[in-house]
Structures are given as structure tokens and as C-alpha cells.
């Protein structure tokens, strides 16, 4: 019985990823549409041709570096000058994105620079109740981190923005590593660290002080362990996803992919072992949890937040999550509603009546759909708002500023198709029962995403599993390319 539950799991998880990579697809094809009629032009017109050209052109492109990457031997000399090689060719570059673009930071980026560099004068974190540190407490975690790189360096951009490059190169090794312990093919490891590397939308925020790079190396660490499934990697797994979860507060979106699996693919399918795998699993959640607790009081018993790690606003991400008017993203117009130096107390009352009335909207002229699909593109289809956030704008030309955007719009597009391509082949294929543990955490993400506020740069936690599948789509194309021309030879 329970390994028909996992069977069935398995095809639907599968099927899953079909309909995400297809309706990824569509976006896609419906941003560029839209794009074309808001500039007036016709879909015949010139230029959806040249846009398909390079479309195609970049396709071409990406699959003959790949069959280059495949036809150096797999042997372990050559393996590690592979990955050396590609390494250094993406510090090279991410070093020299850092070099083009300003060292200023806004938004969330200067509120965690500027509070460190005030809390360390002895300066307070917050005024009153309803400042950003007071609201979004887990965002402490993080602070505290860049307090200690400005404690030990001295408040120096380039530092944070060096140690970025550095947490960039230690996920495409993590991603190599992670590609190699799923299906233990070099070629699709190499692969994956090429197809993460020269995603622009994924590594441009590296001249920000973001959260993103350094949380996501202890997450993929998390998925490693797991993946290792020994007697000590799962409590060492509640460990790195902890500090994960202090830095990057996303915890729970892999507490529960890494749960479901562990129930569906370790209890159920593997009775015999079912004792061994109980424990495993409650003794990965016991140390997070316990772990996760002692930081949040570490926090809140050092002084420098009172709240500790919690998040006092929750309908914060509601209030803008489901506003059909923006498209469940963050608006000036909504932050215009509410008064930002009222109390806590106020404010939450407030925030929970403008997220009951854009419910009773949503239900009222039926938009739910609507706004979901919105919701979906935006997050995973449409081009990220990563670029935005550089500030690339502020020292080049708008002309150089939309050509970056669309490069990097059409790399995503082509290995979104790769993506897709893969998932379509999966269907008649055995997929290992580790791929499914990054399935089942990234839709829960996805979902989860569905609800609260979307923005595109928040895909990059899960660029790299994304990139990972994808690179499987490489070999589709390879491979359909290579027995074309052992057909066409004979």
C-alpha cells in the first residue's frame, strides 16, 4: 500500500512539473506579446522576428557550449579543471558586474546597511513598535550578520559585495555537487553550474547586501544531507537549515518539502525501515526547532531586539498579496493607505480590514484565477525585477539598461525550455527518488507564494533546482540531436 502512495506521488509530482515548466512557458510567451502590442507594433512585425532569431540564435548558442562541456572526457583531472575553469570564468564576470555597477543601496538593501552601521554606534534598531526591525524581527538574523562583517572590516561595501562573489561561487559548486549526488552524470553537473552562471537574473543582486546568496548556500546544504540520508546528516540538516532559516527566514517551506518527503519516500515506501526513518525525521525536526529557538533567544536576550526573531506583521504580505490592482506585488499606492508612524496595534487593525476587503473583491467579481496566474507569471515567467534593484540604470544608458533586460530575460526564457523539455521526457522515464525532495520544496514555495507578495527576484533561492532539471533538458536536445545524425550517416 505504501508504495503504491509513493508511485502515485511520484506521477503527480512529475505531472506537477510539467504543468509549472508549461504555464512558466506560456508567460513567457504572453510578456512578450503583451510587450509587442504595448509598443504598437503588429505580431508579424520585424521586430518578433529578430526577437525569435535570437531566441533561436541563443538556443544554438547555450547547446554548443553544452556539447562542448560533453565532450571533455569525464575523468577526474579533467573534472576538476572543468569546474575550476568555470568558476573562475563566472568570478571574473560577477566581479566585474560588481565593477559597473553603483555601491549604493536602497530599499531593503540600505536598511540592513545603514541599521548596522547605527546599532554598532550604540544607536537603537527601532523607535516605536511599527519600525521595520520591530515588525519584521526575523530580519534581525541577517543584520546581525552584517554588523559582524562591519565589526571585523569597517564599513566597506566592497567587502559585503566580495563576500557576495564568494557565496555565488560556493552555490554553483553546491549546485555541481547537488546534480552529482541526484543522477551522477559529470556532463549534467557541468551543466547545471553553466546554466546557473550565466543567468543574469540570478546573480546581478550580488552588488546588494541581500540575504539571498548566503541563505541559499545553507539550503542547498540542507538538501545535500538529506539527500546523503545517514544516521547523522539529518540532524546536521536540521543544523544548516536553522542557521539557514536565521539568515533567510524560509524555514518552513523546506520544513515541509523535507517532511512530506521524508514521510512519502522514507516511511511509507521503505517499511522495513520504518523505525530508522522515524527517528530520522523527528530528530531533524527537533534540532531545528530547538536550534531555531535558542537563536531567537539570542536575539532577543542580547538586546538587540526585544522581539527576537518573530514576525509581528503577517498581514503585511497579505495586504499586498492579494491586491488585484498590483498584481499581488508591493505598491506605493497601498502604502498610501495606511499611516506608517501609527502603532502597532493601529496598524494591524488596519491591515487586516484592507485584507479582508480585497477578499471580499477577489470573491465578489471573481478574480482569484486572475490574480493567481498574475501572481505566477510575475514570479517565475515574467523578467525579474533583479535589475531593478542594481541600480544598473543610474550609471548607463536606458538604451544599454533594456538590452541587459532582455538578454537576460531571453537566457531564463531558453533554459525555462530546457526545463520544460525535461519535464516532458521525465514522463517516460524513472526520475530518482531524491529529485522529488526538491519538488516537493519548490511547490511548496510556489504555492505558498500564490497568497503572500510576489516580486521576481525572489525565484533565486530556487534558480538553482529549477537549473538543475533543466540541465537534464540539455540532454534531451543532445541527445535528439545526436541520433538525427547517426540516422542521417546510415
Same mark, same amino acid.
Given at each position: 500500500?505504501?508504495?503504491?502512495?509513493?508511485?502515485?506521488?511520484?506521477?503527480?509530482?512529475?505531472?506537477?512539473?510539467?504543468?509549472?515548466?508549461?504555464?512558466?512557458?506560456?508567460?513567457? /510567451?504572453?510578456?512578450?506579446?503583451?510587450?509587442?502590442?504595448?509598443?504598437?507594433? %503588429?505580431?508579424?512585425?520585424?521586430?518578433?522576428?529578430?526577437?525569435?532569431?535570437?531566441?533561436?540564435? /541563443?538556443?544554438?548558442?547555450?547547446?554548443?557550449?553544452?556539447?562542448?562541456?560533453?565532450?571533455?572526457?569525464?575523468?577526474?583531472?579533467?573534472?576538476?579543471?572543468?569546474?575550476? /575553469?568555470?568558476?573562475?570564468?563566472?568570478?571574473?564576470?560577477?566581479?566585474?558586474?560588481? %565593477?559597473?555597477?553603483?555601491?549604493?543601496?536602497?530599499?531593503?538593501?540600505?536598511?540592513?546597511?545603514?541599521?548596522?552601521?547605527?546599532?554598532?554606534? $550604540?544607536?537603537?534598531?527601532?523607535?516605536?513598535?511599527?519600525?521595520?526591525?520591530?515588525?519584521?524581527?526575523?530580519?534581525?538574523?541577517?543584520?546581525?550578520?552584517?554588523?559582524?562583517?562591519?565589526?571585523?572590516?569597517?564599513?566597506?561595501?566592497?567587502?559585503?559585495?566580495?563576500?557576495?562573489?564568494?557565496?555565488?561561487?560556493?552555490?554553483?559548486?553546491?549546485?555541481?555537487?547537488?546534480?552529482?549526488?541526484?543522477? %551522477?552524470?559529470?556532463?549534467?553537473?557541468?551543466?547545471?553550474?553553466?546554466?546557473?552562471?550565466?543567468?543574469?537574473?540570478?546573480?546581478?543582486?550580488?552588488?546588494?547586501?541581500?540575504?539571498?546568496?548566503?541563505?541559499?548556500?545553507?539550503?542547498?546544504?540542507?538538501?545535500?544531507?538529506?539527500?546523503?540520508?545517514?544516521?547523522?546528516?539529518?540532524?546536521?540538516? $536540521?543544523?544548516?537549515?536553522?542557521?539557514?532559516?536565521?539568515?533567510?527566514?524560509?524555514?518552513? !517551506?523546506?520544513?515541509?518539502?523535507?517532511?512530506?518527503?521524508?514521510?512519502?519516500?522514507?516511511?511509507?515506501?521503505?517499511?522495513?525501515?520504518?523505525?530508522?526513518?522515524?527517528?530520522?525525521?523527528?530528530?531533524?525536526?527537533?534540532?531545528?526547532?530547538?536550534?531555531?529557538?535558542?537563536?531567537?533567544?539570542?536575539?532577543?536576550?542580547?538586546?538587540?531586539?526585544?522581539?527576537?526573531?518573530? =514576525?509581528?506583521?503577517?498581514?503585511?504580505?497579505?495586504?499586498?498579496?492579494?491586491?488585484?490592482?498590483?498584481? $499581488?506585488?508591493?505598491?506605493?499606492?497601498?502604502?498610501?493607505?495606511?499611516?506608517?508612524?501609527?502603532?502597532?496595534?493601529?496598524?494591524?487593525?488596519?491591515?487586516?480590514?484592507?485584507?479582508?476587503?480585497?477578499?471580499?473583491?477577489?470573491?465578489?467579481?471573481?478574480?482569484?484565477?486572475?490574480?493567481? !496566474? =498574475?501572481?505566477?507569471?510575475?514570479?517565475?515567467?515574467?523578467?525579474? =525585477?533583479?535589475?531593478?534593484?542594481?541600480?544598473?540604470?543610474?550609471?548607463?544608458?536606458?538604451?544599454?539598461?533594456?538590452?541587459?533586460?532582455?538578454?537576460?530575460?531571453?537566457?531564463?526564457?531558453?533554459?525555462?525550455?530546457?526545463?520544460?523539455?525535461?519535464?516532458?521526457?521525465?514522463?517516460?522515464?524513472?526520475?530518482?527518488?531524491?529529485?522529488?525532495?526538491?519538488?516537493?520544496?519548490?511547490?511548496?514555495?510556489?504555492?505558498?507564494?500564490?497568497?503572500?507578495?510576489?516580486?521576481?527576484?525572489?525565484?533565486?533561492?530556487?534558480?538553482?533546482?529549477?537549473?538543475?532539471?533543466?540541465?537534464?533538458?540539455?540532454?534531451?536536445?543532445?541527445?535528439?540531436?545526436?541520433?538525427?545524425?547517426?540516422?542521417?550517416? %546510415?
Amino acid at each position: 500500500m505504501g508504495q503504491k502512495i509513493t508511485f502515485w506521488v511520484s506521477k503527480i509530482l512529475q505531472i506537477c512539473l510539467v504543468l509549472f515548466s508549461g504555464i512558466i512557458i506560456i508567460g513567457i /510567451g504572453n510578456y512578450w506579446i503583451k510587450f509587442i502590442q504595448e509598443q504598437g507594433l %503588429h505580431l508579424s512585425s520585424r521586430s518578433l522576428i529578430i526577437f525569435l532569431i535570437c531566441l533561436i540564435g /541563443g538556443f544554438i548558442a547555450i547547446s554548443g557550449c553544452c556539447y562542448l562541456l560533453a565532450k571533455i572526457p569525464d575523468q577526474p583531472n579533467y573534472n576538476r579543471c572543468v569546474l575550476l /575553469g568555470l568558476l573562475l570564468l563566472f568570478a571574473l564576470i560577477f566581479i566585474f558586474w560588481l %565593477h559597473i555597477t553603483p555601491t549604493v543601496q536602497y530599499s531593503d538593501y540600505g536598511e540592513f546597511w545603514q541599521s548596522s552601521i547605527k546599532v554598532l554606534k $550604540g544607536q537603537p534598531l527601532y523607535q516605536t513598535d511599527n519600525d521595520y526591525f520591530a515588525k519584521w524581527a526575523y530580519q534581525t538574523g541577517f543584520l546581525s550578520y552584517v554588523m559582524l562583517i562591519v565589526k571585523l572590516f569597517g564599513a566597506h561595501i566592497r567587502i559585503v559585495q566580495l563576500l557576495n562573489v564568494f557565496y555565488q561561487l560556493i552555490i554553483l559548486l553546491l549546485t555541481y555537487c547537488l546534480s552529482q549526488k541526484l543522477f %551522477h552524470k559529470v556532463t549534467v553537473s557541468r551543466w547545471s553550474v553553466f546554466l546557473l552562471g550565466i543567468n543574469l537574473e540570478w546573480f546581478v543582486l550580488n552588488n546588494r547586501v541581500t540575504d539571498q546568496y548566503i541563505g541559499l548556500i545553507f539550503f542547498l546544504l540542507t538538501l545535500i544531507l538529506i539527500i546523503d540520508d545517514h544516521r547523522f546528516s539529518w540532524p546536521a540538516a $536540521g543544523i544548516t537549515l536553522a542557521l539557514a532559516n536565521y539568515l533567510r527566514p524560509l524555514g518552513i !517551506i523546506f520544513i515541509a518539502g523535507i517532511v512530506v518527503f521524508g514521510v512519502v519516500y522514507r516511511l511509507l515506501a521503505l517499511p522495513k525501515n520504518k523505525l530508522r526513518s522515524c527517528g530520522r525525521i523527528i530528530a531533524f525536526a527537533a534540532v531545528y526547532f530547538l536550534l531555531t529557538t535558542c537563536l531567537a533567544g539570542a536575539v532577543k536576550h542580547s538586546g538587540l531586539n526585544e522581539y527576537g526573531l518573530s =514576525n509581528r506583521d503577517p498581514e503585511w504580505k497579505l495586504v499586498m498579496g492579494l491586491n488585484y490592482r498590483s498584481n $499581488g506585488t508591493n505598491k506605493a499606492f497601498i502604502s498610501k493607505q495606511f499611516n506608517q508612524h501609527s502603532r502597532r496595534r493601529t496598524m494591524q487593525t488596519k491591515e487586516r480590514d484592507v485584507v479582508k476587503k480585497n477578499v471580499q473583491q477577489l470573491n465578489r467579481q471573481h478574480q482569484w484565477l486572475s490574480l493567481l !496566474i =498574475n501572481k505566477f507569471y510575475l514570479l517565475w515567467a515574467y523578467p525579474s =525585477n533583479s535589475l531593478d534593484y542594481t541600480l544598473f540604470r543610474k550609471n548607463h544608458s536606458q538604451q544599454l539598461y533594456q538590452l541587459l533586460i532582455d538578454v537576460a530575460f531571453a537566457v531564463n526564457a531558453i533554459e525555462m525550455l530546457l526545463l520544460f523539455i525535461a519535464a516532458i521526457a521525465g514522463l517516460r522515464k524513472k526520475m530518482p527518488v531524491q529529485s522529488y525532495l526538491l519538488l516537493l520544496t519548490l511547490f511548496a514555495y510556489a504555492a505558498a507564494q500564490l497568497i503572500i507578495e510576489v516580486q521576481g527576484r525572489y525565484r533565486i533561492e530556487f534558480t538553482p533546482i529549477l537549473i538543475i532539471f533543466a540541465s537534464l533538458g540539455v540532454q534531451v536536445v543532445l541527445s535528439k540531436i545526436h541520433e538525427r545524425r547517426v540516422k542521417g550517416c %546510415h
